[in-house]
């Protein structure tokens, strides 16, 4: 064979392989989940191309320099080389991936329920929520595990036994399939469940109770496999029943709480046995489409059962309606575009409302947020869940509104509530701004950050609010809010990050004096250690038993000083220095080193 025609041979057999190894990349890219972040997945993709194009071309050079006359036979033996090359590295990389099984197209999640000995109580409950644990057992080892809901809340008794439902997401065909329980301590053992490589249609249905022959703790359990499409739960709320249709079940950790189940799931729901039906209307048509899938499902507790009902959310921004039951059939009522997942902000004046999280995980039937509070905000809306009225408000003059922080009170009739926004003239200010709900303008309130302390934005809260301003009632006019002609200097107070494994404790606006002071009480109040004694240095450090607290002076900015440790995973020594130092702090004996120096 000429060079020429080898050079062909090797360039076809270059451009033929490059496309099958993209081809097999790509299909890996779901196999394995490659993150898409960065262009990681599209950098994995191009790569092996770009080895399947040299290797390619090699092999074709090679063959048909070795084969000698007939070009189609060079090529068709290169092309088979290099394919069954690529068919077998693709072959192991499927087989080693963990691809979640399907049945019917559809991939299917694991319920489980377990049954209690009879008489025997359940384990106490407590704030932590438990996980159904699925592991994938290869070769003695447990490889990889998922978590998914175990509800406790719905434990209920059958014959004097305890039995609580749960479930997770199949996630992969390999190994053999243990679950367990987490909290560890709710289950001595775990089980083996019989489950192959992929599920069977019989299993759509419950097993019997296994093991056949019970454990020391006689913990049963049964299982049944559930599509992605179909129901996996059912919850009562008064004449409402939601049920949950889980594409994916998972766990998700928020800053400063514990973990969390969550998933992608769809809701459908029924009044008084009746499916109710939505007539969703977008925000960019007036057309109409009925609809009986909700993207997201809250309950409003009041006199009168009612559902907040989110539809058609695309890109987190869905269309929020009102449920409100009724004798016969519910009323439902259009509030307008919510984004998703709702985000519903309590409107109150105690601190108890706001300490509560505003942004559940996806994918749960949500009996908390609107629980808060009488009145919440939502989708420029406010609603009295006693009356279920809405009322609209005008939202175009908010372009220096503060979104993450909450609202900061209401009025005592409820037609007003401020919110905290920058101001406008000058950088680095805020002010209390006070929407009307009758129509009326939206009016500002300078917040002299001197007088009025607060360190952190943050603590421009309701209880702040009505310290250093008070609602005036006018007859026959709405409650206004108005400075108040004095006050008492509220105490300094710090802030303390939330994750359990790093946090730091500050304190501002802080003056030099305010490091040593601080030193000085922690050497006082927990017989600590001084380990530096550098003024100049940034950070400082003091040895409290075998711990080391670093302690940090920042002047500049946000001038404040600033207590932590190493990150590690107990931190929740500072968070004792945190709330010592704020008692402290409460006693006005510390002013002399925190406050906004004069200006120069």
């Known amino acids: 064979m000429t060079w020429l025609a080898s050079i062909a041979v090797a360039i076809l057999s270059g451009l033929a392989t490059m496309l099958a190894a993209g081809f097999v990349a790509t299909l890996a890219v779901d196999w394995h989940r490659i993150s898409s972040f960065e262009g990681n997945s599209g950098y994995f993709v191009v790569g092996l191309a770009l080895v399947g194009l040299v290797g390619g071309v090699i092999v074709g050079f090679v063959v048909s320099r070795y084969l000698g006359h007939g070009f189609l036979k060079a090529l068709g033996v290169s092309l088979a080389i290099t394919g069954g090359c690529i068919g077998v590295i693709g072959g192991i990389s499927r087989l080693l991936a963990d691809v979640p099984p399907t049945l019917g197209g559809e991939t299917v999640a694991l319920a489980v329920e377990f049954r209690w000995p009879a008489g025997q109580p359940l384990p106490a409950a407590d704030s932590t929520e438990w996980f159904l644990r699925l592991h994938s057992l290869t070769a003695g080892t447990l490889r990889t ?322 310290h250093h301003f008070e609602w005036r009632h006018t007859a026959g006019r709405p409650d206004s809010l108005v400075p108040r002609a004095a006050f008492n200097p509220m105490p300094y107070r710090g802030t303390l990050s939330t994750d359990s494994d790093y946090r730091e404790y500050r304190v501002g606006p802080a003056l030099a004096g305010l490091r040593p002071a601080l030193i000085d009480w922690l050497v006082t109040e927990f017989k600590a250690e001084r380990v530096t004694n550098d003024e100049a240095a940034f950070t400082q450090e003091v040895k409290i038993g075998e711990t080391v607290i670093h302690v940090s002076f920042s002047p500049d900015g946000e001038s404040h000083v600033g207590v932590w440790m190493d990150r590690g995973p107990d931190t929740q020594l500072v968070a004792e220095i945190a709330r010592r130092f704020d008692a402290a702090l409460a006693t006005y004996h510390f002013d002399t080193f925190i406050g906004r120096p004069p200006a120069e």
């Open 145 to 466: 595990s998922r978590n998914g809901p175990l509800w406790r809340e719905d434990a209920r008794q059958e014959d004097g036994h305890w039995i609580v439902p749960g479930a997770v997401s199949l996630f992969t065909e390999r190994g053999d399939r243990i679950i367990d329980v987490v909290p560890d301590s709710i289950l001595k053992n775990g089980f083996k469940v019989p489950i192959g490589r992929s599920p069977k249609r019989s299993q759509l249905e419950w097993s019997e109770w296994l093991p056949r022959t019970t454990g020391p703790d006689g913990i049963t359990y049964r299982f049944r496999v559930v599509p992605a499409n179909q129901p996996l739960r059912t919850e009562a709320f008064g004449p409402f029943e939601v049920t949950t249709i889980a594409h994916w079940l998972g766990e998700v950790i928020y800053a400063g709480q514990p973990p969390m189940w969550t998933a992608t799931a769809e809701f459908r729901i029924r009044h008084r046995g009746q499916p109710v039906v939505i007539q969703h209307r977008a925000v960019s048509t007036d057309a109409t489409t009925a609809t009986e899938l909700a993207n997201a499902v809250a309950a409003i507790d009041g006199p009168t059962p009612a559902l907040m009902v989110q539809v058609g959310a695309e890109q987190g921004v869905g269309t929020c309606y009102l449920v409100v039951s009724g004798p016969a059939m519910p009323r439902v009522e259009r509030v307008g575009p919510c984004g998703h997942p709702m985000q519903v902000a309590p409107l109150a004046n105690d601190a108890s409302a706001r300490a509560e999280p505003a942004l559940l995980p996806e994918g749960r039937f949500d009996r908390n947020s609107f629980g808060r509070s009488r009145y919440s905000l939502l989708a420029n809306n406010v609603l009295d869940s006693e009356t279920l009225t809405l009322r609209p408000y005008d939202s175009a003059d908010q372009s220096q509104l503060i979104e993450r922080l909450p609202p900061a009170g209401i009025a005592p009739d409820a037609q007003s509530f401020v919110r905290v926004e920058w101001d406008a003239e000058t950088t680095g200010k805020i002010v209390v701004a006070v929407t009307r709900l009758d129509g009326g303008p939206r009016y500002r309130l300078p917040v002299d950050a001197t007088r009025m302390r607060y360190f952190a934005i943050d603590h421009v809260d309701p209880a702040w609010v009505l």
